[in-house]
Each structure stands twice: as structure tokens, then as C-alpha cells.
């Protein structure tokens, strides 16, 4: 990938296999022993506080402005923002399972459920990645200068990074 927004493309990549992972947890989950699924889940959770909910924000924050501005639609990513809210929303939800199971074996109703936040998470965050790989990054490809694109991901790397800072407090 040639163009301006190949950072953002990269740092999908690192976060993709990540995303994959979620899927294998979910296969796991019933299958693979306690301790093992703890630590997957454990994983899984630590992910999506501190990697990924940080680059949300960065999104939230840097990115979709500048794809608002750029197709003078300033909702034009609202259904983009909207997946965030889910995504944090089932994250919360994994946050509880994992503090449920903490201790004893899950019970069915909770095995259930959190095979079904996994799956959830795996499928949105793979949707949404791919909308805005198909999307949105082809569009600030064609419209952003290089230089106006190297300001726009040190603002995001800022932005995530302040991000970063408040998910360690909020663990």
C-alpha cells in the first residue's frame, strides 16, 4: 500500500491478528481448561482496554473529523462512531464475565454468554476494520497531501496515547 494512509493501514495489521484471537477464545471457550481460557480471556480484555479502545478514541477524536471534513458530511461517520459504543459496551460485558470467573468454574448461563461477547466483538471489530479499509482510507488516500496526513496520525498517535493513559486508570 502506496499511500498516505499507510500507517493506519499497518496498525491495522498488528491489530488484526489480535481481533482473530478473540475468535479462537470463543472457539475455546467450554473446550480448553480454566486456567487457559482465564489467561485467554484475561488477554482478550487487556487488548481491547489498552490497545484497542485507544485507537478508537484517536478515531473518534482525529480520523472521522478529517473524514467528515473531507466528504463534507459531518455525519458521515456516525454509524462508525456507533460501532465504538458497541464495541465498549461488550467490552465492559467481557470485564464482568472475566470478573465472574475468576473464581469458580463458569456456570452454563455465563459460559453462554461469554462465548457470545467474544463472537460479538470478533465480528463487529472484523466489520468495522474492513469499512474502513474499503471505505474510508481509499477516500483520504485520494484527498489528503502527505504532509496533511503525517500531521493527522502524529494527532491520532497523541490522542491514543492520552487514551492509553486513562484506560490504565480505569482498569
Not at 117 to 127: A, D, H, M, S
Request: charged fraction near 30%.
Amino acid at each position: 500500500m502506496a499511500g498516505v494512509t499507510k500507517p493506519l493501514h499497518e496498525e491495522h495489521q498488528t491489530l488484526l491478528p489480535r481481533v482473530e484471537a478473540l475468535r479462537t477464545t470463543a472457539d475455546s471457550v467450554g473446550v480448553a481448561g480454566r486456567e487457559v481460557l482465564r489467561a485467554a480471556v484475561n488477554e482478550a480484555y487487556e487488548f481491547l482496554t489498552g490497545s484497542l479502545m485507544p485507537h478508537a478514541a484517536a478515531e473518534e477524536q482525529v480520523l472521522y473529523p478529517e473524514v467528515q471534513r473531507v466528504m463534507g458530511a459531518p455525519e458521515a461517520t456516525a454509524t462508525m462512531s456507533r460501532d465504538h459504543v458497541e464495541i465498549d459496551r461488550l467490552r465492559q460485558e467481557l470485564g464482568a464475565l472475566r470478573s465472574a470467573g475468576a473464581g469458580d468454574e463458569l456456570t452454563p448461563t455465563q459460559t453462554n454468554e461469554l462465548r457470545r461477547v467474544l463472537y460479538g466483538l470478533y465480528e463487529l471489530l472484523r466489520v468495522h476494520f474492513a469499512k474502513e479499509e474499503e471505505v474510508y482510507l481509499p477516500l483520504l488516500d485520494e484527498r489528503l497531501s502527505q504532509d496533511d496526513a503525517n500531521v493527522l496520525f502524529e494527532q491520532m498517535e497523541r490522542a491514543a496515547g492520552k487514551a492509553r493513559g486513562h484506560s490504565r486508570h480505569d482498569q
